[in-house]
């Protein structure tokens, strides 16, 4: 777990709203943040709250095709790519969306963070793709990542934002974090001259970390 979270599902993930929402990561009624707590169940952000507002009675405990089984606000409508993440990956124990501004700024510009050039990122996340544009709230947000999940940690949605998962909820919200810090330092260092990746040799040094750590995804394309 995090510095400072408590151990309880729904207290933790009303901490991570905080976080998000002191970071600058969301504003107003923005992001989502799922867990999942079985098979098929769910613990899920409202729709319409502020996730740095959030009390623990606002979440709603959902199924894998979307209905309130528990709370008595209604999920946002953004569930929909939680979902499908679930559903294509077992191993995945929580998901976090949001607009950090400097990550979603890639996206806006259709720029995938798929060049190794921090060992953080190679490491932690490996390839962060760029999904293709799709109207938010609608089936066409699972269906654009659906063909991006099986072999990521996290994609940036075009024009949308960034949509992270992980084992657990620290795991997710770590690898938002690592995205919006890499993200700030590749603007910074376009200002000062241009970016130069890790040598081939030195990758694949990294890559038997990530196998030790046990983390997966696509690093195919960085190496």
Not at 61 to 77: A, R
Not at 111 to 127: H, I, Q, S, T
Not at 194 to 223: C, F, Y
Request: glycine fraction near 8%; aromatic fraction near 6%.
């Amino acid at each position: 777990m995090l510095n400072g979270m408590s151990g309880s599902i729904k207290e933790d993930i009303c901490e991570i709203g905080r976080r998000m929402y002191a970071s600058g990561f969301v504003a107003a009624n923005d992001g989502n943040i799922s867990v999942r707590v079985s098979d098929n169940q769910f613990v899920v952000t409202p729709t319409l709250v502020s996730k740095g507002f959030m009390v623990p009675n606002m979440l709603i405990t959902v199924d894998l095709d979307g209905h309130v089984v528990e709370g008595s606000f209604k999920p946002s409508s953004e569930l929909k790519m939680h979902l499908a993440v679930y559903r294509a990956r077992p191993d995945v124990g929580a998901v976090v969306h949001a607009h950090p501004p400097a990550a979603t700024g890639f996206a806006v510009a259709g720029k995938a963070l798929d060049r190794p050039y921090m060992p953080e990122l190679f490491v932690n996340l490996g390839v962060v793709p760029l999904a293709p544009y799709a109207t938010p709230s609608t089936e066409e947000v699972p269906r654009s990542i659906e063909g991006l999940i099986a072999e990521h940690n996290a994609v940036l949605l075009a024009n949308h934002g960034v949509l992270a998962w992980g084992r657990d909820l620290a795991e997710a919200y770590s690898r938002l974090e690592t995205i919006e810090l890499y993200a700030k330092i590749l603007i910074s260092s376009f200002a000062v001259g241009e970016p130069q990746p890790i040598p081939d040799n030195k990758l694949r040094a990294l890559a038997q970390i990530r196998e030790a750590l046990g983390v997966k995804g696509d690093i195919s394309t960085a190496m």
